[in-house]
Nanobody, 117 residues
């Protein structure tokens, strides 16, 4: 069974940094796009950043200059470095492995990020 396990969330003050990590178990194809989504309180889940197998990143506009996504295909991990945290970054962050032929994708259970003053 494919598993994605997130770590590194927690509390931070406005302007500080947090680093989220996600470890993918065996069964996640290397060609799968890995991504981080977040769901703010009372809001809908949306993509924050993604990265292809070749390392090409995509960012939601509001985090483009603050967050960095990285991927290690050997360790099968995807990290999200979050700098300059804002109140609106608070929410539950989910790791995702995207669908590719023969693999229907997978989600982690989510991890909370709380930004306070």
């Amino acid at each position: 069974q494919v598993q994605l396990v997130e770590s590194g969330g927690g509390s931070a003050h406005l302007g500080e940094s947090l680093r989220l990590s996600c470890v993918a178990s065996e069964g996640v194809p290397e060609r799968s796009v890995l991504a981080w989504y977040y769901q703010p309180p009372g809001g809908q889940r949306e993509m924050v950043a993604s990265i292809t197998a070749s390392g090409r990143p995509y960012y939601k506009e509001s985090v483009r200059d603050r967050f960095t996504i990285s991927r290690d295909t050997v360790r099968n991990t995807v990290d999200l470095q979050m700098n300059g945290l804002k109140f609106e970054d608070s929410g539950i962050y989910y790791c995702n492995a995207g669908m590719v032929h023969g693999f229907r994708g997978a989600w982690g259970k989510g991890i909370a990020v709380i930004v306070s003053s």
